[in-house]
Nanobody, 115 residues
Framework: QVQLVESGGGSVQPGGSLRLSCAAS????????MGWYRQAPGKQREFVAT???????NYADSVKGRFTISRDNAKNTVHLQMNSLKPEDTAHYYC?????????WGQGTQVTVSS
């Protein structure tokens, strides 16, 4: 089993920034990609960004140029730097880890963008 714990969510005004972090523990051997997804009220969970062990990143079109995903393999941690936040970024953000074909999820952290 892999345990994922997110931190760094909160409330921010439009145009502001937040940095999310996710720490992985447990059976971390074999994790080959980590990422972030989000779910807004009344909507399905959607992809935000992923990063592989080798550092290859992928972003949803809606966040390209504003969000940056990074990974510290030594600390088993992944970060999501979110800049130029918009009200439509408001959602519960979930960390994910892909390991041997299975996906693990954290409990999530809330991000609210409002004036």
């Amino acid at each position: 089993q892999v345990q994922l714990v997110e931190s760094g969510g909160g409330s921010v005004q439009p145009g502001g920034s937040l940095r999310l972090s996710c720490a992985a523990s447990g059976s971390i051997f074999g994790i080959n990609a980590m990422g972030w997804y989000r779910q807004a009220p009344g909507k399905q969970r959607e992809f935000v960004a992923t990063i592989t062990n080798g550092g290859t990143t992928n972003y949803a079109d809606s966040v390209k140029g504003r969000f940056t995903i990074s990974r510290d393999n030594a600390k088993n941690t992944v970060h999501l730097q979110m800049n130029s936040l918009k009200p439509e970024d408001t959602a519960h953000y979930y960390c994910s880890a892909l390991r041997f074909g299975g996906t693990y999820w954290g409990q999530g952290t809330q991000v609210t963008v409002s004036s």
